[in-house]
């Protein structure tokens, strides 16, 4: 079973609504990083969050980390139809050496 | 800074024949790792290289292997290809481990099994 698991698996609002995608994982982490994948192209990097920081920012995104419950949320604020994409978190697992492990992802749809 | 590039982009193979993808990292990056993606399985973390050796590996097959060179270019192959390996590979690179640093990914090769 994936590590991290992202709720909901689709999402579909307005333009200039936010967004908010949330990921749950399993096993203790040292980060977690939350990735953007447009259709059938390779992901880019959004945010990395260390296990010591609450929440971080980047533009018009703000993601915030609590590890008690093992979870982890991404908001896009003012979303715009380039936003529609794929949504990922990624977190570590150590079997062995560290590797990270991807969710399934949130499928968000910007509708203009 | 240019960007991971992969190559093919698209490859379209038989089954039972053994195939080759190439990715060149971002220069300075010592990590580089693979992905398939499928609709079904999503992205599955294939192996990690760093510095010519391979630190991890995922849940896959022996059919799958890769190297690293001394310029940190990695190539993946698979061999005795079957219809399930139709997918999209990714490469990424990164400063060091995968694991905690931002990874940078490259376009993917699109890989086709008939």
């Known amino acids: 079973s994936q590590q991290g698991e992202e709720d909901p698996q689709a999402l579909s609002i307005q333009e200039g609504e936010n967004a908010t995608m949330n990921c749950s994982y399993k096993?203790?982490?040292?980060?977690l990083q939350w990735y953007r994948q447009n259709s059938g192209r390779g992901l880019v990097h959004l945010i990395l969050i260390r296990s010591n920081e609450r929440e971080k920012h980047s533009g018009r995104l703000r993601v915030t980390l609590d590890t008690s419950k093992k979870s982890s949320s991404l908001l896009i604020t003012a979303s715009r139809a380039a936003d529609t994409a794929s949504y990922f978190c990624?977190?570590?697992?150590?079997?062995?050496?560290?590797?990270?492990?991807f969710g399934q992802g949130t499928r968000l749809t910007i509708n203009p | 800074k240019a960007g991971v590039t992969q190559t093919p982009r698209y490859l379209i193979k038989t089954r039972g024949q053994q195939v080759t993808l190439s990715c060149s990292p971002i220069s300075g990056h010592r990590s580089v790792s693979w992905y398939q993606q499928t609709p079904g399985q999503g992205l599955q973390f294939l192996f990690e290289y760093f510095s010519e050796t391979q630190r991890n590996k995922g849940n896959f097959p022996g059919r799958f292997s890769g190297r690293q060179f001394s310029n940190s270019r990695s190539e993946m192959n698979v061999s005795t290809l079957e219809l399930g390996d139709s997918a999209l590979y990714l490469c990424?690179?990164?400063?060091?481990?995968?694991?905690?640093?931002?990874?940078?990914f490259g376009p993917g090769t699109r890989l086709t099994v008939t």
């Open positions: 990624a977190t570590e697992v150590v079997q062995g050496a560290q590797k990270l492990v």
């Open positions: 990424a690179s990164s400063l060091a481990s995968a694991a905690f640093y931002e990874q940078y």
């Open positions: 096993t203790s982490i040292n980060n």
